[in-house]
C-alpha cells in the first residue's frame, strides 16, 4: 500500500464548520489521515518528487464518506421477503418468524458481508447497526473494510443470540470491551424499543452505555400505536416516559422518532438526542413521516438511515435523502425547508455528532480519517453544475460514485470492491435465499 494518496477534484466538499468548497482542490491522505487540503495545482506540485498515487480528476467532486444513522445490515438477506404489509403484521408474521429459525452466526455474517458491499459502493463509509451476533457482524465489517457503529441489540424476550435482557446485557459489556480501541468497529447499545425492554433493561442498558462510553442505539415512536400503547401503559407518550425515567443521558441516536408532538421536539432538542430518519422504511411500512423540518428548527441532530434493507428494500443513502428533501417539503408546504446543504449535512456531520465520532468523522479536514467519497461528475444527468450540494442531492445516482475511501485505504476503486470476491458475497446471499424459500 501506497504511503500517500492525492485524491483531486473540481470540487472539496469539505462539510467543515465554514461551509468550504475548494475549487480544483486535491486532499492528501497519509496512514488513513487527512494531512492536508488545498488547491490541486499546489499540492501535486509540493508533492511532485514523491512517490503518491492519485486518485479522482478534474471531473471530480470529492466529499465526506455518507454515516448510514440507522441499519439491521445483515436483513439484507430479507430483502423483498415481505412486501406491502403494516409494521406489526410484517414484523411478527415474517421476519421474527425468519429470524428465530435462521438467524446464526453464519446468516449475520453473510447477511452483512453483502449489506457492507452495498454501503461501500453508494458511498456509506460508516453504518450505526443494530442488530445479533455482534462478533460476526464485527468480522464481516473487517473483512469489508467499511466503518461501522454495531449495537448489541437487547430485548426482553428470547432469540437464537440470547435468552433474556441479562444474557444480551452481558454481550454488550464484553462486546464492549473487546473492541474498545479498534480502528474499525465502534461498539455500541441498542436496547431495541420501548415496547420490547422494559423501564429495567433500558436503564441498564444507558448505564452500561455511560460506564463504557459508548453510544445507544434505539428505536423510537416509530408508529402511532407505539404512542398509543404508551400512552395506555404510562400515562404519557414515549419521549416523555424516557425522559422521566431518566434513560436520556449520554450519546443516543433514535431511529424513525415519527411521532412527535412540540413538547417532545423540545425534549430531544435539551438532551441532544441524534435522529436517524428512515423515511423509505417509514413510507413502505406507513409508519407515517416523521417531523424532520421541525426537528432542524430545533437544531435536534437529525442523520439519515435506511433501516434494515428488509422495510425499504435497498441502502442506498442518496437515494434516501432526495426522497426525505422532497416530502418535507411536500408536507409543510414550504419549499425552503431541508435545503441542499442541510441535506449534506444530515448525511456526514450532524449524524457523526449524534454518534459522538465527529472528531474523527463527518467532514474533510486535517487530521481527520479519510474516509471519503469521489463521484465522477462526467454524465449527462450531472450537467451543468450551478450548486454542487444541488447535482449530489436531486441529480447524483449512487451509481456515480467510483472510489471510496475508509481509514485512508482505496476499498473502491472505479466502483470495485479492492479486497473481496464480490460474486462470492451475492452467491452465499442466493444460498441463503434458497433455503429460506424452502
Ligand atoms: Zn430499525
Known sequence: ?????????????????????????AVVVEKGIIREIGKGNEILDKYKNLAVHIYGDENSAVMPGFINSHTHA???????????????????????????????????????????????????????????????IASAVKKMRIGAVIG?????????????????????????????????????????????????????????ALKNNIPVHIHLSETFQEVEDCIKKNGKRPVVYLNEIGFFEGKITAAHAVWLNDEEIDIMAEREIGVAHCIESN??????????????K????????????????????????????????GITADPTVLNVKTCMKMLTIWPARALGIDKERGSIESGKRADLVVMNLNKPHLQPIYDIYSTIIYSAKSSDIEDVFVNGVPVIVKGKHQFCDEDEIINKANWWAERIKS
Open 1 to 25: 500500500m501506497q504511503d500517500i494518496s492525492i485524491i483531486i477534484g473540481r470540487y472539496i466538499i469539505t462539510m467543515n464548520e465554514k461551509e468550504e468548497i475548494i475549487e480544483n482542490g
Open 74 to 136: 445483515a436483513m439484507v438477506l430479507f430483502r423483498g421477503i415481505a412486501d406491502d404489509l403494516p409494521l406489526k403484521v410484517w414484523l411478527t408474521e415474517h421476519i421474527w418468524p425468519k429470524e428465530s429459525k435462521f438467524l446464526s452466526q453464519e446468516f449475520v455474517f453473510d447477511g452483512t458481508c453483502l449489506a457492507c458491499l452495498e454501503m461501500l459502493k453508494s458511498g456509506t463509509t460508516t453504518f450505526n447497526d443494530m442488530y445479533f451476533f455482534t462478533d460476526s
Open 152 to 208: 448489541q441489540g437487547i430485548l426482553d424476550f428470547p432469540t437464537p443470540s440470547g435468552k433474556n435482557a441479562d444474557e444480551y446485557l452481558k454481550k454488550a459489556q464484553d462486546f464492549a470491551e473487546k473492541y474498545k480501541n479498534d480502528p474499525l468497529v465502534i461498539p455500541a447499545v441498542a436496547p431495541h424499543a420501548i415496547y420490547t425492554c422494559s423501564k429495567e433493561t433500558l436503564l441498564k442498558s444507558k448505564e452500561l
Open 283 to 296: 413510507l413502505k411500512l406507513s409508519s407515517g413521516i416523521a417531523p424532520i423540518a421541525r426537528l432542524v
Open 298 to 329: 430545533k437544531r435536534v441532530r437529525v442523520g439519515m438511515g435506511t433501516d434494515g434493507a428488509a422495510s425499504n428494500n435497498n441502502l442506498d443513502i442518496l437515494e434516501e435523502i432526495s426522497i426525505a428533501a422532497k416530502i418535507q417539503k
